[in-house]
C-alpha cells in the first residue's frame, strides 16, 4: 500500500507564499496530484503532473499562480503556491496513481487510489 506524506502546509497573508512537499513510500511512476477542500466546499483539483515525462495540468484556480513540479530522484513532488489569497484556504491533499493519465483524465480524484491525509493552508487577510 503506497502512502503518501505531505508536508509543508501552514499560514501566511495574502499575497504570500507557501510550499507543499509530497513523499510516496513507494514508486509511483504514474500521476501525482493536488486536490484541495475549503470548508462546506467540494474537493477541487489544484495540479497534476504526470511522473514520466513531467506533463503538467493546472487547475483553473492555480493558473498563473502555482508550479507543480516532481523530483525524480528525490522521488518527490511539490507544489509551490504563490499570490495566496483567502479563497486558497483549505486542506491541501496529495494524491497518486501507478496510472499514466491522460490531460483530460487528470482533474478527475475518481483515478487515483493513494492518498494523503491532507495539510491546512490558511491565507489570512
Known amino acids: 500500500q503506497v502512502q503518501l506524506v505531505e508536508s509543508g502546509g501552514g499560514w501566511v497573508q495574502t499575497g504570500g507564499s507557501l510550499r507543499l512537499s509530497c513523499a510516496p513510500s513507494?514508486?509511483?511512476?504514474?500521476?501525482m496530484a493536488w486536490f484541495r477542500q475549503a470548508s462546506g466546499k467540494v474537493r477541487e483539483f489544484v495540479a497534476g503532473?504526470?511522473?514520466?515525462?513531467?506533463?503538467?495540468v493546472l487547475g483553473n484556480s492555480a493558473k498563473g499562480r502555482f508550479t507543480i513540479s516532481r523530483n525524480r530522484a528525490k522521488n518527490e513532488m511539490t507544489l509551490q503556491m504563490n499570490a495566496l489569497n483567502p479563497e486558497d484556504t483549505a486542506i491541501y491533499s496529495c494524491?497518486?496513481?501507478?496510472?499514466?493519465?491522460?490531460?483530460?483524465?487528470?482533474?478527475?480524484?475518481?483515478?487515483?487510489?493513494?492518498w494523503g491525509r491532507g495539510t491546512q493552508v490558511t491565507v489570512s487577510s
Open positions: 494524491a497518486a496513481t501507478k496510472k499514466s493519465l491522460i490531460q483530460s483524465a487528470t482533474g478527475s480524484s475518481n483515478y487515483y487510489e493513494y
Open positions: 513507494e514508486d509511483v511512476f504514474g500521476t
Open positions: 503532473i504526470r511522473w514520466q515525462d513531467g506533463n503538467k
